[in-house]
């Protein structure tokens, strides 16, 4: 201890002074604050390091609980839900972390709902009293299948022979029926199926309904042309002289094969199915010349075939790849309201192509078959002694405004609209032989290319109004110019048209569309 003694009074004030000095000295004052910083920026960064590896397991443990609940909740898994999600935890490490499965389902959808919690071990805040950090994840997908309506139009004209096109659209136009009514899918979905050339044919029942007026019944030999009447739409009275043909037994008499009604331009300004109550009958002709394949042997010798379509050695003809008739024939008419792939797949593997390309009535009987004012018919052809609709979708079509429902046009072709033209007479004795490329005079214009695709738009844009909510799925199939841009005027948005050229590109466009459809949503 230092003494302050009597003899030395100077020594306070020393003391107070290097007090003082030493108050004002500023030496390594800037060491103290740096290192006070470094601390800082140190614990700034620790604690960053901590919150990103955090992340980083939230993220991990996040994309395994979508990705699983994605797989469980598809309508095609056929494994339990809590399965499925358990299965991708136990695969990632991670199985510890879930915390809850739970599975929702019915008839038409299945909802799958999954939480998992981890926490992560902190390393630097620590420091601050956190030693872990919450990692929460939760998702839920659901995969819903509603009443959907679909208007499946195919283009069977002529020009689909060419390069193969017919060919490569039946298996693709198949797997589209495949996909749609896949699983859960085929007890809500519906397809009105809908070839088309020169006309379209609602077959016998509908023609009979909507007031269709088939031409006279008269007697016609096989060598001109007629047809055993037993698959003809009309019989002769029993009293009256048939014509003859090659079975001794039937009685020939003029084509009538075919349903199609000579329907008008006031028709395509609605939505609705032909509504005059009177509709002629479209006559049994062509205007281009058939077409025909020459089927050729080991040998490069062509093969001749009979009338039963099975090889002859002689006495044949070359096989026509066409049916005779600008109006498809009854059995390449409109199937409606069908969840039966089989028999959908059968008429697809059995349409015949026709002459022709009139895309404006295919496209108005895709959205009168789509609209509520319709169901009346379909109740009808329900019934057990018609038996042309499944009865569960009696109640076909469904309102435009039904949130439960969803709509689908989706037409293909390989050619632009062309000119209606008729025979001047409905009967004339060569309309079942000779095409009218070749008879001039006696052919007549109905309607103009340009009022037909007038027509065709109209459709186009009665089925895009909001109100009917009918989305439209366009393919242009090796139909390059005009008929592509026929096809991008009618679909809903560019995204739904598909340009395609050859068989991959083809059966690409109609499974996209046929995924879409079955669209997988993940809803939070």
């Known amino acids: 201890m230092t003494r302050i003694s009597p003899e030395?009074?100077?020594?306070?004030?020393?003391?107070?002074?290097?007090?003082?000095?030493?108050?004002?000295?500023?030496?390594?004052?800037?060491?103290?604050?740096?290192?006070?910083?470094?601390?800082?920026?140190?614990?700034?960064?620790?604690?960053?390091?901590?919150?990103?590896?955090?992340?980083?397991?939230?993220?991990?443990?996040?994309?395994?609980?979508?990705?699983?609940?994605?797989?469980?909740?598809?309508?095609?898994?056929?494994?339990?839900?809590?399965d499925v999600v358990e299965d991708y935890f136990d695969k990632t490490g991670l199985r510890e972390f879930l915390t809850d499965v739970r599975p929702n389902q019915g008839l038409n959808y299945r909802n799958v709902t999954a939480e998992a919690f981890m926490r992560t071990n902190t390393q630097f805040m620590g420091l601050l009293g956190v030693d872990t950090l919450p990692v929460p994840a939760f998702s839920q997908a659901v995969e819903e299948v509603p009443n959907v309506e679909i208007s499946l139009v195919l283009d069977i004209s002529g020009s689909m022979r060419f390069s193969n096109r017919m060919k490569n659209l039946r298996p693709a136009a198949k797997d589209f029926i495949d996909i749609v009514l896949m699983g859960p899918a085929a007890n809500t979905t519906s397809i009105n199926l809908i070839p088309y050339a020169g006309q379209t044919n609602p077959g016998p029942f509908m023609f009979s309904r909507l007031g269709g007026n088939r031409y006279d019944v008269v007697?016609?030999?096989?060598?001109?042309?007629?047809?055993?009447?037993?698959?003809?739409?009309?019989?002769?009275?029993?009293?009256?002289?048939?014509?003859?043909?090659?079975?001794?037994?039937?009685?020939?008499?003029?084509?009538?094969?075919?349903?199609?009604?000579?329907?008008?331009?006031?028709?395509?300004?609605?939505?609705?199915?032909?509504?005059?109550g009177y509709y002629e009958q479209t006559a049994h002709f062509m205007n281009w010349r058939i077409a025909s394949e020459i089927v050729r042997d080991a040998d490069g010798n062509p093969v001749l075939f009979d009338e039963n379509d099975e090889p002859v050695e002689s006495g044949g003809t070359t096989r026509f790849v066409m049916d005779w008739g600008w109006c498809p024939q009854d059995q390449t008419s409109i199937i409606y309201a069908s969840n039966n792939a089989t028999v959908l797949k059968n008429r697809i593997d059995s349409m015949r192509m026709h002459d022709g390309t009139g895309t404006h009535y295919a496209m108005k009987w895709a959205l009168a078959l789509l609209n509520p004012d319709s169901q009346p018919d379909f109740a009808q052809m329900a019934l057990p002694a018609n038996n042309l609709v499944p009865p569960q979708f009696s109640n076909r079509p469904m309102a435009y405004d039904d949130n439960e429902t969803v709509k689908y046009i989706v037409l293909m072709t390989d050619g632009?609209?062309?000119?209606?033209?008729?025979?001047?007479?409905?009967?004339?004795v060569l309309n079942p032989e000779v095409h009218l490329g070749d008879r001039?005079?006696?052919?007549?214009?109905?309607?103009?290319?340009s009022t037909n695709v007038s027509s065709f738009?109209?459709?186009?844009d009665l089925a895009k109004e909001a109100s009917r909510n009918v989305v439209i799925y366009t393919?242009?199939?090796?139909?390059?110019?005009?008929?592509?841009?026929?096809?991008?005027?009618?679909?809903?948005?560019?995204?739904?048209?598909?340009?395609?050229?050859?068989?991959?590109?083809?059966?690409?466009?109609?499974?996209?569309?046929?995924?879409?459809?079955?669209?997988?949503?993940?809803?939070?």
């Open 219 to 276: 007697a016609m030999d096989e060598s001109d042309g007629g047809v055993d009447e037993r698959v003809n739409n009309t019989q002769l009275p029993a009293s009256e002289t048939a014509g003859t043909g090659t079975d001794s037994s039937a009685r020939y008499v003029y084509p009538n094969v075919s349903s199609c009604l000579e329907i008008d331009n006031s028709d395509f300004q609605d939505a609705r199915l032909p509504s005059d």
């Open 8 to 82: 030395n009074p100077e020594e306070p004030a020393l003391r107070r002074q290097r007090i003082s000095d030493f108050a004002r000295n500023e030496d390594g004052v800037i060491t103290i604050f740096t290192i006070f910083i470094m601390l800082m920026m140190l614990m700034v960064a620790g604690i960053g390091v901590d919150l990103m590896q955090n992340e980083m397991r939230r993220t991990a443990l996040q994309n395994t609980i979508d990705r699983a609940v994605l797989a469980a909740a598809d309508l095609d898994q056929t494994r339990p839900p809590t």
């Open 440 to 449: 001039s005079s006696d052919r007549k214009s109905t309607t103009s290319q």
């Open 416 to 428: 632009q609209i062309t000119e209606q033209v008729r025979p001047k007479d409905t009967m004339h």
């Open 457 to 460: 738009k109209k459709q186009c």
């Open 475 to 524: 393919i242009a199939f090796e139909a390059p110019g005009t008929p592509e841009t026929q096809m991008k005027y009618c679909a809903s948005s560019d995204s739904h048209f598909f340009r395609a050229t050859g068989k991959e590109e083809i059966a690409a466009a109609f499974s996209t569309i046929a995924r879409q459809i079955n669209e997988l949503r993940l809803t939070q």
